[in-house]
C-alpha cells in the first residue's frame, strides 16, 4: 500500500486525482441541470422528478456519499497543491503556457473554489437540508428565489462557476494525458462551451422562477 499512497501523492499522482474528481463534479453537473430543466415544464414535472429522485432511496445515497468523498480528495489536494506551489519559485498550480498560457482561471481557481464550496454549502442549506414536511421543493425553490438578493447570489456564483470550471475541464484532460496539439485545441474550444452551458443553463433558472412566479 505504500506504493500506492507514494504514487497518489505524489505530484503526478495529486494532479490526477484533481483530474478525475474534477470530471465527476461535471459529469454531476449535466445530471443535476437536465433534472433542473424540469422546472421549464412547471410545477408538477419538477416535483415528480424530485419524488423520483426521492424514490431512488439507497442509489442517491450511495451518489451522495461518493459526491463527498471526490469534494473531499478534490479540496484537500487543490490546497496541498496551491501551498505547494505558494512556496516554490515557478509558476502556480494549474498554469501551463504550452497548455493554456495564465489566465483569470487559471490564476483564481483556488479562490473561486472556495467560493464556490461556500456556495454549494449554501444551495444545500437552501434546498437539501431545510424542512419538506408541510411543503413541496417546487415551493421551497419559488419562495426563495422570489428575494431579488438570492437570484443574484446564484447568477454571480454561476459566472464563478463557469470560470472555474473552463480552465478545470481542459487541464483535467491535460493531467490525464490528452495534451496533444491534435485534441487540445478542440478540448479547450469545448471546455469553454461546456462552462457557458453550464453557466447559463443554471442561472436562468432563478430568473426564470422570479419572474414567472
Known sequence: ????????????????????????????????LAGNLTLYAGRDAFNSYAEHLHSLGPLVTAAELGLLVCAAIHIITGLTLFFQNTTARGSRYAVNKKGGGRTIGSATMPYSGFLLLVFVIM???????????????????????????????????????????????????????????????????????????????????????????
Open 123 to 213: 444551495h444545500l442549506i437552501n434546498f437539501h437540508f431545510v424542512d419538506k414536511s408541510n411543503t413541496t421543493i417546487f415551493q421551497i425553490v419559488s419562495e426563495k428565489f422570489a428575494n431579488p438578493l438570492w437570484v443574484i447570489i446564484y447568477i454571480a456564483a454561476m459566472i464563478v462557476a463557469a470560470v472555474h470550471v473552463r480552465h478545470g475541464f481542459w487541464s483535467a484532460f491535460q493531467s490525464i494525458g490528452a495534451n496533444h496539439p491534435k485534441y487540445m485545441p478542440a478540448i479547450m474550444v469545448f471546455s469553454i462551451l461546456f462552462s457557458l452551458a453550464i453557466a447559463v443553463g443554471f442561472g436562468l433558472l432563478p430568473i426564470y422562477i422570479s419572474v414567472s412566479g
Open 1 to 32: 500500500m505504500n506504493w500506492l499512497k507514494q504514487t497518489l501523492w505524489s505530484s503526478i499522482g495529486k494532479k490526477l486525482m484533481m483530474a478525475i474528481t474534477g470530471l465527476s463534479f461535471c459529469a454531476f453537473l449535466v445530471g443535476h
